[in-house]
């Protein structure tokens, strides 16, 4: 399973909408995962880069291969290592 951040966002929800399309299994991340309609191969979880305890239920178990965080007053600056889905290079999908 795949964790797409900002996932209801502009790049995110694009992300999401690809990855299940290609059959991936796909966890998004979102703020108010209650505003989602239910899709096939996605689940919703609530998250927030404003309350890092949110972060660590959403991620768990899971790697992230799109990180999209805009830039904003407020939030704690950090670089997050994005990294492809294991098995993706070889397959040409990165």
């Known amino acids: 399973m795949i964790l ?4 209801t966002g502009t790049i995110g929800s694009e992300v999401v909408r690809l990855l299940a ?3 991936e299994d796909v966890r ?3 703020r108010d995962p209650s505003k989602e309609a239910a899709r096939p191969g996605v689940e919703f979880v609530r998250g ?3 309350d890092p305890g949110s972060l ?6 899971r790697r992230p291969s799109s ?3 805009p ?3 407020g939030f704690p600056s950090a670089t997050r290592r994005c990294s492809p889905p ?3 290079r070889a397959r040409g999908k990165w």
């Open 71 to 73: 830039p904003a007053p």
């Open 48 to 50: 927030d880069f404003g």
């Open 21 to 23: 399309a290609g059959s």
């Open 4 to 7: 797409v951040t900002g996932a």
């Open 67 to 69: 990180c999209s965080v």
């Open 56 to 61: 660590a239920g959403a991620a768990r178990g």
């Open 86 to 88: 294991r098995g993706w």
């Open 28 to 30: 998004g991340m979102t």
